[in-house]
Every structure is written in C-alpha cells, then in structure tokens.
C-alpha cells in the first residue's frame, strides 16, 4: 500500500491529511498559512515540515498541493493568490525543491472538483459546477465531464457583480463574495447586532434570532442572483456546495431551490446538491492528484 501526503493551502489555514492509496484518511493535521511569505519560501518550509510530521506514520511516496488565487497549474506558477501576497511565483518548483518528492499541483477549488468528480457528488454529470463557500466563494467548471479553467482565469464567481454597495479587496464593490461568503455573514452579523460570532454561529440560531435569518437570507438571496447567471451561461445539471456554508445542508438548498424555482423560466434547472466530501473534498482531490502522478510515474 502507498500513501501520499495531501495539503490544501488556505488563506489563513494548512489544512493536511496522510491519504493511503484507497483514499482512506489516516491522520490529519493543520498549520496557520505562512503571512507575508512573498517569496513562498516560509510555505515550502511548512509543506516540508508537515509532510516529516505525516511520515512518522507511513512513509509518503508523493505528494498533492493545492493553492487559491489564479493559477498556471501546467507551469506551476501562481500568477495572482491575493490572500497569500503572490505574484507570478513558480511556487510548484519552490516546495518540490524543499521537499524532494514527487510533487502534483492544483488549485484548491478545482481540486475538490477532482475528488467530487472522481467519486463525489459530480460523478454522474457531465456539466456541473462545485462552488465551495468559504471564506471566500469560487467556482470549479465541470464541461463535457472536464474541469475547465480558461489557462487558470476562469471560475471567480466570487467577484460577480450582484449589485450592492459593500467594496472589495479586488477594488469593486457588489462581489458576490463580500455578502454571501462565511466571512461576509459575520461582517454583516457584526454590522446589524455588534456581536462577532463565526458564520457556523449564525447558522446554528437562523430559527431562533432574527438578525441571523435576515443575514442569512440576504446571502442567500444574492448567491442565487449569481447563480441565475451560471445557470443562464452554463447550463449545469447539478450544482454542488462544498466549504463550510454547505455545512448548513437543507437551510442552504431549500431557500436557494425557491428563488430559483421563482426566477428560471426556460433553463433547465440543476440538482442543487452538498458536496460528497464536505469540507475535505479539496484535500481529498490533493490525493488523488498525487495518486495519479504515482500512477502515471510507475506505468
Ligand atoms: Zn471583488
């Protein structure tokens, strides 16, 4: 049996698991992401130091990263990741040096899309879109049974504009992101009621506390305004939630079910569905593309 060493870089977060080659999860671990490492050195040297901490169980034969921002996946390059300070960094290069294993590189939002493509929840559809909610909120296109990303551009649904007022780190203002995001929620929640609760807080009293229903009925509200336009563009059978919001299970679908029901008229309406792999569908995905990579090297 192989194993490999999957690490999926937040923007605040490492979150790691050692994956045998079934894709069973044998142990897990997490470290804060590295701040102002614009070099991406401080990263590779906490890549290194993770995966040593994975080894004292089995030995890592590869291993699978992924990061956010726009990305040349082919070249391993991060052309932009705004949260992590890069630009135009061949961060691929830079943690296979440190590390001196065999290295897949990903995205972190198209690599769950693998695991739920793989054997998730998109298994069965040729179009989909996974949309993880997090932090921040991406898209990976699923077209003709393949991930696209347009040479690493597409898929920032995050910065559609849904029409409000709340700026942007990308210098706009009314991103989808900045009202519909878990960051989003707890801003607003702070904004309306002067308490800072996480966004799993909230969803934990929408039936009992007013304020938290009318933050979360308002993210929902302009997270189907977005995905009117995906639907409208791309006609997917399904779209799958992933990242923490998906969590919230039926008081994200049913809402977002009514709104659509209300404003498609021609399109053909999707199955709205949670993510196979919940909250780990992108560390999942990091495994199999350092199993494919073990896979292609021994053939
Ligand atoms: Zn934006």
New binding site residues.
């Given amino acids: 049996m192989k194993y490999v060493a999957a690490i999926d870089v937040g923007g605040t977060s490492i979150k790691a698991a050692l994956v045998s080659q079934t894709l069973e999860v044998i142990t897990t671990t997490t470290a804060p992401t590295p701040q102002e490492d614009s070099t991406g050195h401080k990263t590779a040297q906490s890549l290194a130091a993770i995966v040593r901490e994975l080894e004292q169980t089995h030995h890592v034969s590869a291993v699978g990263f992924a990061v956010p921002g726009a990305l040349d996946e082919g070249k391993g390059v991060s052309r932009w990741t705004g949260n992590l300070g890069w630009k135009d960094l061949p961060i691929k290069e830079l943690v296979a040096k440190e590390l001196n294993l065999p290295v897949a590189f990903g995205h972190d939002v198209r690599s769950g899309a693998v695991a739920e493509l793989r054997s998730g929840a998109a298994k069965d559809f040729q179009q989909s879109i996974f949309i993880p909610i997090g932090t921040g909120i991406a898209a990976a296109l699923i077209i003709d049974g393949k991930i696209r990303s347009s040479d690493g551009y597409a898929g920032e649904i ?2 559609l504009n849904v029409g409000h007022d709340i700026p ?5 203002s009314g ?1 989808l ?2 009202i519909s995001s878990a960051a989003a929620i707890t801003r607003e929640y702070e904004k309306r009621t002067g308490y800072q609760i996480t966004a799993k807080e909230i969803l934990g009293r929408i039936r009992s506390d007013d304020h938290a229903w009318q933050v979360w009925e308002q993210a929902i509200a302009y997270l189907a305004v977005a995905l009117e336009d995906l639907i409208t563009i791309l006609a997917p059978e399904a779209i799958i939630f992933g990242g923490g919001l998906s969590q919230a299970g039926t008081a994200l679908i049913e809402p977002l079910q009514t709104i659509l029901n209300e404003r498609l008229t021609f399109q053909r309406m999707p199955q709205l569905l949670i993510a196979h792999y919940g909250v780990n569908a992108g560390t999942i995905g990091c495994a199999i593309m350092a199993l494919d990579l073990l896979a292609k090297e021994t053939a």
Wanted: aromatic share 0%.
């Fill in positions: 995050g910065h942007c780190v990308c210098g706009l991103c992101e900045t």
